[in-house]
């Protein structure tokens, strides 16, 4: 079956500090990946994404490259500031059933201080 | 205008009632999806709706129901609340023609049983 598996949080950084966050998947077919991220109170909402092999998402000065040989699509962001504190989660979609589920790895928490 | 709206926003109940969650989009997608957040952040699928075919069930107990009258909608029943039932629960929608497109979410019912 599908899975994404992420570094576990919290991951705590000063401001502008560079930020890793790892994200692996396990995917039957060709999956897209995904990363959302989470603000206190809020629902999901779409960081970037990447659709092929070797695609580069981007977005807010977060980044993230499709690696298909290590099936990675971990995030980065050169210089965090505190209104980056959040939780990401990595994601991917695939095929089940004829439909196209998305499947969502357990979430990192980010907390940046001043 | 909300792509996604989910009500009520906050929902505090005794155990043992009966409540529902109600969603809309407004995307024209024929798939939408609920998910339970629990206290840790981990988003777990409870249910997708394909074109008002239920198209997974993981392991939720039948206490949980999903209801689609017409393709915008998908409410979410739940009898006989449990303390275990306390978490936030999104609703979610997207194309399924496509897996290179996101899910977009709602912004949460927190449910609160006690």
């Known amino acids: 079956g599908n899975s994404v598996t992420q570094m576990e949080g919290p991951v705590t950084l000063s401001e502008e500090a560079f930020l890793t966050i790892n994200c692996t998947y396990t995917?039957?077919?060709?999956?897209?990946l995904f990363w959302y991220v989470q603000y206190p109170g809020e629902g999901l909402q779409l960081l970037l994404k990447?659709?092929?092999?070797?695609d580069k998402g981007s977005n807010k000065g977060f980044e993230a490259t499709y690696r298909k040989e290590t099936t990675s699509f971990h995030l980065e962001k050169g210089s965090v500031q505190v209104s980056d504190s959040a939780v990401y989660f990595c994601?991917?979609?695939?095929?089940?059933?004829?439909?196209?589920?998305?499947?969502f790895g357990r979430g990192t928490s980010l907390i940046v201080h001043p | 205008d909300t792509a996604v709206s989910q009500t009520p926003k906050y929902l505090v109940t005794q155990m043992g009632n009966d409540k529902s969650i109600k969603c809309e989009q407004n995307?024209?997608?024929?798939?939408m999806y609920w998910y339970k957040q629990d206290s840790k952040k981990f988003l777990k699928i409870m249910f997708s709706?394909?074109?008002?075919?239920?198209?997974i069930n993981e392991t939720v107990p039948n206490r949980f129901s999903p209801k689609s009258p017409d393709k915008a909608h998908l409410n979410l029943h739940i009898n006989s609340l449990e303390l275990g039932d306390s978490a936030v629960y999104f609703c979610?929608?997207?194309?399924?023609?496509?897996?290179?497109?996101?899910?977009?979410f709602g912004q949460g019912t927190r449910l609160t049983v006690v």
């Open positions: 979610a929608s997207s194309p399924s023609k496509t897996g290179a497109t996101e899910a977009f």
């Open positions: 995917a039957t077919g060709y999956p897209s």
């Open positions: 990447a659709t092929k092999a070797d």
């Open positions: 994601a991917l979609r695939t095929t089940s059933g004829g439909s196209y589920i998305p499947t």
């Open positions: 995307l024209g997608h024929d798939t």
């Open positions: 709706y394909n074109n008002k075919e239920l198209i």
